[in-house]
Every structure is written in structure tokens, then in C-alpha cells.
């Protein structure tokens, strides 16, 4: 994921945002490049009957929604400040001198990209899984491989609630219980309010790609 340096980061003055806080808007124009250096957001989307639908959730040193700024084109989601964070904002005309003329930055934008297209695709696959525990377990396993986590003595700490885990699978807060509690009953998972440390990665792991 994108981690761009200091001196690109000085041409611009970083604001910090609140959870709630929207950062744009489905239907607006991307004329605003982003770059998340703490905290958290959350891509949704909302259907014509209100529904909202969890897109991507997006974690530190990562550009946001890029593609559609680099086509021009109208924003396909709403973004949603979670925790909060500092973000960095780049006008059109500057991003794309730097995008010409920076190999830096033009390489991290291309990778975050890629990026992107692989969560999708995981997502997508997940999608078909009737399992909340495998969907849960593999939850858990992408935020440990990319990093989106904190290595203790304990195993593999991961800072979140079931609301956001339920919102970020498409499943109720109380399913999202259940298959929390099946995995710590077997000794994989610790619990904690608003955390989750992954006691037996391997386990884990074994679990939810056992297919």
C-alpha cells in the first residue's frame, strides 16, 4: 500500500476528520485527489430504496477512490470518516503535475490501485460463502496479512467492533456474535470490547481456506 514521503506530503496541509464526518459524496464530481495517513474510512453505497451497502473500508497509508479521479469521472460511493483521521488532499492541477512528474507518487497510486482490484476480487469471492465463520475467519486473515493490525505477545491484535465487522461482511451484529464466540470457544480468538486478538493465526487460516 502507498506510503508516500514526507516531501510530497509538504506540498499539501493535512485536516483531521471526525467518525461521521462524510469526506464526499456518491454522485459528486472527483476533482479532489486523498491520501489517508491515520485512522479510518469506509466506502457505501445507497440503492434507490435506501439500502446501504458497504463498498470497501479503507486503512492508513492508502490513497482513496483514485480510479475514478484519474478518469474524471463522478464518485460511485459515499466515503465515511470511521475513526478519526488525518488526511491529506491534493487539487486536481497538483496531483496530476505530480502524476506526470513524480515517479513516486505515480507508482503508489498504480499499486493502491491493484490493491484495490484484489480486495474487491476477495470480497466479491466471499460474497458466495454461506459460512459466517469462514467469512469471519477470512475477515481476520486479510486485516493480519495486509498489516491492518497490531503484532503482541499475545498473537495479532485487530481494533473494531462487531457493528463494523457485521456492516463490513453484510451480516447482522448478532450472527457476527455467534461466529466470534465459535471461533474463541476453540481457543483462536481472544475477546475483548472493541477487540480481537488472533491467538492461533495458523489455525485461522486453516479454517478459512480449508476449501
Not at 495486509?146 to 465487522?165: N, V
Not at 456474535?177 to 471461533?183: I, K, W
Request: with cysteine.
Amino acid at each position: 500500500m502507498a506510503q508516500l514521503s514526507e516531501d510530497i506530503l509538504a506540498l499539501v496541509t493535512p485536516k483531521t476528520y471526525m467518525p461521521g464526518e462524510i469526506l464526499f459524496r456518491q454522485g459528486e464530481s472527483a476533482d479532489e485527489f486523498f491520501y489517508l495517513k491515520s485512522g479510518l474510512t469506509q466506502a457505501f453505497s445507497l440503492a434507490s430504496d435506501g439500502r446501504e451497502r458497504i463498498i470497501m473500508t479503507t486503512w492508513p497509508q492508502k490513497t482513496l477512490a483514485a480510479g475514478v479521479f484519474l478518469r474524471r469521472e463522478k464518485h460511485r460511493a459515499n466515503e465515511m470518516v470511521m475513526r478519526k483521521s488525518v488526511i491529506y488532499t491534493f487539487p486536481r492541477p497538483l496531483a496530476e503535475k505530480l502524476m506526470a512528474e513524480n515517479a513516486e507518487f505515480r507508482s503508489a497510486v498504480m499499486d493502491d490501485m491493484a490493491f484495490d482490484v484484489i480486495v474487491l476480487c476477495e470480497q466479491l469471492a466471499d460474497s458466495a460463502l454461506l459460512d459466517p465463520q469462514i467469512k469471519l475467519s477470512r475477515f481476520l486473515c486479510r486485516r493480519i496479512r495486509y498489516g491492518q493490525c497490531e503484532k503482541t505477545a499475545f498473537g495479532y491484535e485487530l481494533e473494531c467492533t462487531q457493528e463494523f465487522i457485521g456492516k463490513a461482511l453484510g451480516l447482522s451484529r448478532a450472527t457476527v456474535n455467534q461466529a466470534l464466540s465459535a471461533l474463541a470457544s476453540r481457543g483462536w480468538l481472544e475477546l475483548k470490547y472493541g477487540r480481537i486478538t488472533v491467538t492461533d493465526y495458523a489455525a485461522v487460516s486453516e479454517f478459512a481456506y480449508k476449501d
